[in-house]
């Protein structure tokens, strides 16, 4: 299984900061499997923030929740996550992942995303 991600790179505050995470050698092949997102800020720990499961259900970060939206297309074996009204505080180097019954087993390289006017 490898997953990619693909991002904007920079983005202004109040924006919205979308990011793509690209699987291949890997498809929901149970409803147990799930894919989701985590992010870094600079000389910070692992924060997460969103799954969404095989199922179709999804999950997020209480304290980020009304900014997030995770979604996925089948057909692209794409998933993306969508941060809303950004702020330099959501700097950061943003990770997709696949989860096994909430253990996180394949990971992104991540991508910079960097808040900035």
């Known amino acids: 299984v490898q997953l990619q991600e693909s991002g904007p790179g920079l983005v202004k505050p109040s924006q919205t900061l979308s990011v793509t995470c690209t699987v291949s050698?890997?498809?929901?092949?149970?409803?147990?499997?799930?894919w989701g997102w985590f992010r870094q800020p600079p000389g910070e720990g692992l924060e997460w923030l969103a799954d969404?499961?095989?199922?179709?259900?999804?999950f997020y970060s209480p304290a980020l929740k009304s900014r997030l939206s995770i979604s996925r297309v089948t057909s692209t074996n794409e998933f993306s996550l969508q941060l809303t009204s950004v702020a330099p505080e959501d700097t950061a180097v943003y990770y997709c992942?696949?989860?096994?019954?909430?253990?996180?087993?394949?990971w992104g390289q991540g991508t910079q995303v960097t808040v900035s006017s």
């Open positions: 050698g890997g498809s929901c092949t149970t409803s147990s499997l799930a």
């Open positions: 969404i499961h095989c199922s179709g259900q999804t």
């Open positions: 992942v696949r989860g096994v019954n909430w253990m996180y087993d394949y």
